[in-house]
């Protein structure tokens, strides 16, 4: 194995890093208001609401991801002079902004579904104790019924997130240069198909690493009662023996 | 030239797309099954690699499923098809063949879908191992049989039912994973869509199209899988 072109590769490859993780944390980060929002139509119990919300999910996390930037980006093309018209083509014009709006709208119908599990999974009986104390609206919301149902839905909006740092990599079929695309192009200037992909494979390890960490450790500060309880009177103890 | 309508463009007509559609989208069903079903068989041998080996084995399965589960699908994608015909490339020119040599995108996808799928399938199988009961294994064992036909007749018919929902799961994800092999040429649903798209200069036509496909298949296949289910779980009593 050549290490000298393996190094080389990783400073390519690394150039690549600030743009998968932009295009993943933009769309993570639109993609969790627009999720909290269609959450919030699938629990209201009004019809009008909750059937687009679920029929958008159903549709979004049915089809390739790969197909929903296309139809953004090659697809939306077709209509070029309405868009003109009103003024959206410089958006839809840019690979960039259609692999980040494909990536929010496919992100947002899983996590609506991910909040919405944790939304459901918040006890009644600590509901009615908030409604008993007189709280009620946004009040009752934001201090009971959304931190209990963050705790909830955290590991499984990890587990999103990661796919979403994953799913950047189809970026790279639009011509954005992140970690993928740098290496498809390294891979067919050199041949050399199994170093590039090894060399890829590990950063894309190492963010994945790093960012499960980070939600590990946003876990352990948002669930204290689970935390053992600090040792009390170690010098006592110490005496015994 | 006049602008043809929607329903004549991929139509079954003289100028639609339909059977090439069609063609293709039975290419999608069939490498995402040969993907699937290899990934089953990698997928056993990883989880009782995880199960029942010593600690190199399941440190190596352990890594497999981590790593394979860590990185992007295409990333695999693109080593099996460049590696692969590089590979093929350096065994043509011990034989005098020169430059480059493309593997079989079929093979190559089919290939690539397995590898990524049984890292999920081994989970899936391994979560569905912990429901077998111990006392069945140890019964299994005391009445004589030994490995292969405890796996055939005890372990593996409880093993899938309880597998069905996580393996839908899978199969959800190789089916959105096979329109990604369409990067290696192979004509399937995404490629032919691409193909008619860029002849027609109707991109938004053809792709919603696919995605319609997609989505048909899709709603399919968990109707199958739901089936599947509620077949595995008959006579089974239900905790209600």
Wanted: with cysteine; proline share 4%.
């Amino acid at each position: 194995m050549d290490f000298a072109f393996m190094r080389d590769t990783f400073l390519t490859l690394m150039g690549g890093v600030p743009l998968t993780l932009n295009l993943a944390f933009t769309a993570v980060a639109f993609g969790a208001v627009f999720a909290m929002l269609l959450a919030l139509m699938r629990m209201s119990r009004v019809k009008v609401l909750d059937w687009p919300a679920q029929a958008y999910v159903f549709v979004f996390r049915g089809t390739p991801l790969l197909v929903q930037i296309f139809l953004i980006y090659y697809g939306l093309g077709q209509f070029r002079p309405t868009l003109q018209e009103w003024g959206l083509w410089t958006f839809f014009r840019e690979p960039y902004w259609c692999a980040v709006l494909a990536l929010t709208l496919n992100t947002a119908a899983y996590a609506s579904e991910i909040f919405r599990g944790g939304l459901q999974s918040v006890p009644h009986n600590q509901v009615e104790a908030a409604r008993a104390c007189g709280m009620s609206g946004f009040l009752l919301f934001r201090r009971i019924v959304f931190p209990i149902a963050v705790r909830q839905a955290l590991p499984a909006y990890g587990s999103e997130i990661i796919l979403m740092v994953k799913a950047t990599s189809l970026a790279s079929i639009i011509t954005m240069m992140e970690v993928t695309g740098l290496a498809a192009k390294l891979i067919s200037q050199t041949f050399r198909a199994v170093e590039v992909f090894i060399v890829a494979g590990l950063i894309y390890l190492i963010l994945n690493f790093i960012i499960t960490r980070i939600i590990m450790a946003i876990e352990w500060w948002l669930s204290p009662h689970l935390r053992r309880p600090p040792a009390i009177e170690p010098r006592l103890e110490a005496a015994h023996v | 030239m006049q602008q043809l309508s929607y329903f004549e463009l991929v139509g079954f007509g003289p100028n639609g797309w339909g059977w090439a559609l069609l063609t293709a989208t039975g290419m999608t069903i069939a490498v995402a099954t040969c993907g699937f079903l290899a990934g089953s068989i990698v997928g056993t041998l990883v989880a009782w690699g995880k199960i029942g080996g010593n600690v190199v084995i399941r440190s190596l399965a352990d890594g497999y499923t981590t790593v394979l589960r860590g990185i992007p699908d295409l990333l695999v994608i693109y080593l099996f098809y460049f590696g692969g015909s590089a590979a093929l490339g350096a065994i043509g020119s011990l034989f005098g063949a020169e430059g480059f040599i493309g593997v079989p995108a079929f093979a190559t996808g089919a290939m690539a879908i397995g590898i990524v799928s049984g890292a999920y399938q081994a989970e899936v199988f391994r979560g569905a191992f912990q429901v077998v009961s111990r006392g069945e294994l140890e019964a299994a064992r005391s009445v004589g049989m030994h490995r292969w036909l405890m796996f055939r007749r005890i372990i593996a018919p409880q093993v899938l039912r309880y597998a069905i929902p996580g393996l839908g799961n899978t199969w959800q994800l190789v089916l959105k994973e096979s329109a990604l092999i369409s990067v290696t040429g192979l004509v399937e649903l995404l490629r032919q869509s691409h193909i008619a798209a860029g002849s027609t200069r109707r991109p938004f036509d053809f792709y919603i199209t696919a995605a319609v496909l997609y989505l048909l298949i899709t709603w399919v296949s968990t109707y199958l899988f739901q089936r599947a289910e509620a077949h595995s779980m008959r006579g089974m009593r239900r905790a209600s």
